[in-house]
C-alpha cells in the first residue's frame, strides 16, 4: 500500500477498537509519508492481538514504522510473527515488528516466537530489530533477528530493542 496520509497499513490502516487477528499474511511494499505506517497495520489504538502474522516487503515511513505494525497502545500480543524486507524510517521509531509500543500502566506488551529479517534504520531516533521503543512493560522470547540495525548520531539502537522507558507510577 501507498498512503499520504497519516496513518498506513498493508492490511489495516487504523484500528480505532480492538484489533484481534489470526493467520495475516501480507506481501508487498507499504509507505507512508508521516506517521503510523506497518507492513500489515498503521496503528492500533486500543489492543492488538495478532497469532500467526507476516509481511514481506519494505516498509518505508516516518515516524513510528515497523515490519507488523507502526504504534501500537495498551493491551499488546503477538505470537509467531514474521517479517521481511527492510524498515525505514525518516524520523523516531522504527522496529523490525513494531516502531513503537505503549503499553498501559497495568499492561505487558508480549511478543513471542518473532522472526525477523532485513535491515532496520532511521535518520533519527530509536531503532530496534523487534521494537523501536516501548514506554512500558514488555515482555519479548524466543525472537531472532538477522539483519542491520541502525540509528541516526542522536539515536538508540539495539539488536532487539532500541529503548524501554518504564512509566512512573
Excluded at 507502526?70 to 525505514?88: A, F, R
Aim: net charge negative; proline share 1%.
Amino acid at each position: 500500500g501507498l498512503g499520504a496520509s497519516n496513518i498506513v497499513g498493508g492490511v489495516v490502516g487504523l484500528a480505532s477498537g480492538a484489533a484481534d487477528f489470526e493467520d495475516v499474511r501480507h506481501e508487498g511494499d507499504v509507505t507512508g509519508t508521516n506517521a503510523a505506517t506497518g507492513g500489515v497495520i498503521g496503528r492500533a489504538n486500543l489492543s492488538f492481538d495478532l497469532v500467526r502474522g507476516e509481511h514481506h516487503g519494505k516498509v518505508r515511513g516516518a515516524v513510528a514504522t515497523g515490519g507488523i505494525a507502526g504504534s501500537v497502545t495498551l493491551d499488546t500480543t503477538l505470537q509467531q510473527v514474521s517479517t521481511s524486507g527492510e524498515v525505514e524510517a525518516t524520523g523516531q521509531y522504527a522496529g523490525g515488528v513494531v516502531g513503537i509500543l505503549t503499553p498501559g500502566a497495568a499492561t505487558m506488551a508480549t511478543i513471542e516466537e518473532a522472526r525477523r529479517v532485513g535491515g532496520v534504520t532511521s535518520l533519527d531516533g530509536y531503532v530496534g530489530g523487534i521494537v523501536g521503543m516501548s514506554t512500558g512493560a514488555i515482555s519479548v522470547t524466543d525472537v531472532t533477528v538477522d539483519g542491520d540495525v541502525s540509528a541516526g548520531a542522536s539515536g538508540y539502537a539495539g539488536g532487539v530493542i532500541g529503548l524501554v522507558v518504564a512509566p512512573s507510577y
